[in-house]
Each structure stands twice: as structure tokens, then as C-alpha cells.
């Protein structure tokens, strides 16, 4: 049987019902579902890597559930409704692409575009300036060019949005090779920190490496979310074929040399794993 959206709205609807609901969904809000949202956008990017369909399309679902879940929790207290997040985004993109929809209407679907990539870029961002201007933000509040970057997006990515906001006004480097000079300089520093500095010194000092080491992805058009995560993988398959070679002479890893473990480490860098 196909549901619909309207079906998963309802079920939503029959969780979180006080009397008949499941005790726990009705408890939640909006603070202790985020950590799920963010868990579930994560297994989302994680099913892509992977390469499976299957994975991605429950995954998808996983995170719909969440937008529901909040839609739902934001309707029982009157401040808006799923419909409201829907008919917010199609607005939000119409008027952001008015070189595809030039009337600002789903029915005035034009001709292709000429601009480029660059031009889009540059054109959502003024767009952007013109939807807080017409919102009427508090002249005398947070000005920054970084004001839009939320605290409380993963350090990572937050660092390569900060890079980028600071970049539009020429705070960057034109090319990649004053970065590779960057990141040198705060091994040199961490190293020395770590002579003869303080933990909360050599912390701050190891932040300024994977910042610039941030910056670096930024500048090779890489994501360095993605890009640790496929590493992370790959650790997880070498470290996994280790642990099957010690399983077949029924030894344990601790009771292996480093130097064994390497050998193993060795052949399935070899393999291609």
C-alpha cells in the first residue's frame, strides 16, 4: 500500500495525542528532537556514501518523520502548520530563482538561463540581503557578515561557512598555496605549544590547525565533512580486516605487536580497502 504525506501527517497526529499517544512522543519538543533531526540528516549524507538506494530512501524518510514531528509540535501550540513549512519554502525558492521563474510563480517556468553558476551565487545573496531587509532587522543588532552562521552548526561545517561569509568582502587568498603555508605554521605552533604550554593552550593551538586545514578543503572545493567521513569508513574497513587476520590464528589484537598490526594495516591499504 502507498501512504501519503496527508497519512504520515495523521499518524504524527496520533502520536502525540495526550490520552491514546505513545508516551513518549509525547513528551518531546522541540529541544529534545533536535539532536535526532541532526542524527537523522547525518545518516542521510552516511546512505550516500554509501551508494544504496534502499539506505537513502528509509533515511529520507527518517528525516521527513522529523520535519513532520516538528510541524505537528509547532501546530498543537498555534504557531504554524506543516502546510506553513511547505508553502514557506516553494515562496522562498520562487523568489530566489527568478532566472527560472521570472513572474515569481510555479506557472512562469521560462526559457533556460544564461547565467552562470557565479552569477546565481552572487544573485541568492543579494537576494538574501533583501528578505532581512524587508523584515525590518534591528539596525542597531548583530551586523557581522557572519551573523548569519549558526552557533550551533557542527564546528566543521560552521568553519567553512565563516571562511566563505568572510571571503565575499576579499578576507581570503587568491590561491591554494598560501594556505598550504598557513596550516604549516599552526603545526609548527600546536608543536611547540605542546612543549611547554598549557592544555587549554595547545587545545586552542590544535583548533587553529583544523581551522586552516578547514580552509584548505574550502579552497580545493572539497567538503570536509564528506571528505573525514569516506576516511572514517576507510579506517573502519582496514582496522576491520586487521581484526579478521587476528581472528583467524584465534589470538586477540592486544596480545599483537604495533608491528603486526601494521602488516595487516599494509595489506589492506594494498588491497585497496
Not at 497526529?13 to 490520552?19: A, E, H, V
Not at 565575499?168 to 587568498?173: A, I, L
Request: hydrophobic share 40%; with cysteine; charged share 30%.
Amino acid at each position: 500500500m502507498n501512504y501519503t504525506i496527508e497519512d504520515l501527517q495523521r499518524m504524527m497526529s496520533y502520536l502525540r495525542d495526550p490520552k491514546r499517544g505513545c508516551p513518549w512522543d509525547v513528551k518531546q519538543t522541540f529541544e529534545t528532537i533536535a539532536p535526532f533531526t541532526l542524527e537523522e540528516a547525518y545518516e542521510v549524507v552516511d546512505a550516500i556514501q554509501k551508494g544504496s538506494p534502499q539506505e537513502l530512501k528509509d533515511e529520507l524518510g527518517d528525516l521527513l518523520f522529523q520535519v513532520i514531528f516538528h510541524a505537528q509540535m509547532a501546530k498543537e501550540q498555534a504557531l504554524f502548520g506543516f502546510e506553513d513549512v511547505v508553502s514557506a519554502i516553494v515562496e522562498k525558492m520562487l523568489r530566489r530563482h527568478p532566472h527560472v521563474f521570472p513572474s515569481g510563480k510555479l506557472d512562469s517556468f521560462g526559457a533556460p538561463s544564461e547565467l552562470t553558476e557565479s552569477d546565481v551565487a552572487g544573485m541568492w545573496d543579494d537576494i538574501k540581503r533583501q528578505e532581512k531587509a524587508q523584515l525590518g532587522v534591528d539596525p542597531d543588532g548583530d551586523q557581522s557578515i557572519l551573523s548569519g552562521v549558526p552557533d550551533s552548526m557542527p564546528p566543521m561545517m560552521q568553519a567553512v561557512k565563516l571562511q566563505k561569509s568572510a571571503s565575499k568582502v576579499g578576507f581570503d587568498w587568491d590561491d591554494v598555496a598560501p594556505v598550504f603555508d598557513k596550516i604549516r605554521e599552526e603545526i609548527d605552533e600546536l608543536e611547540e605549544a605542546c612543549i611547554s604550554l598549557s592544555h587549554a593552550e595547545v587545545e586552542g593551538e590544535l583548533g587553529d590547525v583544523l581551522f586552516a586545514v578547514t580552509n584548505l578543503a574550502r579552497h580545493l572545493k572539497v567538503s570536509p565533512d564528506v571528505a573525514l567521513m569516506k576516511t572514517n569508513l576507510k579506517f573502519r574497513r582496514r582496522f576491520r580486516y586487521i581484526e579478521d587476520k587476528v581472528k583467524e590464528q584465534n589470538r586477540l589484537l592486544v596480545d599483537c605487536s604495533l608491528d603486526e598490526l601494521d602488516k595487516y594495516w599494509d595489506q589492506a591499504k594494498a588491497a585497496g580497502m
